[in-house]
Nanobody, 121 residues
Framework: QVQLVESGGGSVQAGGSLRLSCEAS??????MGWFRHAPGKEREGVAI????????RYSTSVKGRFTISRDSAKNTVYLQMNDLSHDDTAMYYC????????????????WGRGTQVTVSS
């Protein structure tokens, strides 16, 4: 089993930045991802990262504004979010996969409980 704990969410004005953290235990699987779920919408894959930074991918809605990164020594994955807009308001979830990787939520077996991000106009 892999436990994931997110932190770093909060409220910010449009144009601002936040950095989300996801601490994995007891280890960080090969594929780590960030997803978000806004009321009335489907859960959306935002960013994924393969171990060692071999591959990162982003949804078109966040590409160029969000950056996923890892600190292997801390078993932590980050999501740096810049130039936030109201459309980015959602619950953000960290997810982990030991087999397969992509922006599709069906790849991911392990999920955190989420951290809320609210962007005011």
């Amino acid at each position: 089993q892999v436990q994931l704990v997110e932190s770093g969410g909060g409220s910010v004005q449009a144009g601002g930045s936040l950095r989300l953290s996801c601490e994995a235990s007891p280890y960080t699987p090969n594929c780590m991802g960030w997803f978000r779920h806004a009321p009335g919408k489907e859960r959306e894959g935002v960013a994924i990262s393969l171990e060692g930074g071999r591959d990162t991918r982003y949804s078109t809605s966040v590409k160029g504004r969000f950056t996923i990164s890892r600190d292997s020594a801390k078993n932590t994955v980050y999501l740096q979010m810049n130039d936030l807009s109201h459309d980015d308001t959602a619950m953000y979830y960290c997810a982990a996969s030991r087999q397969g990787c992509g922006l599709d939520k069906t790849y991911f077996r392990f999920w955190g409980r989420g951290t809320q991000v609210t962007v005011s106009s």
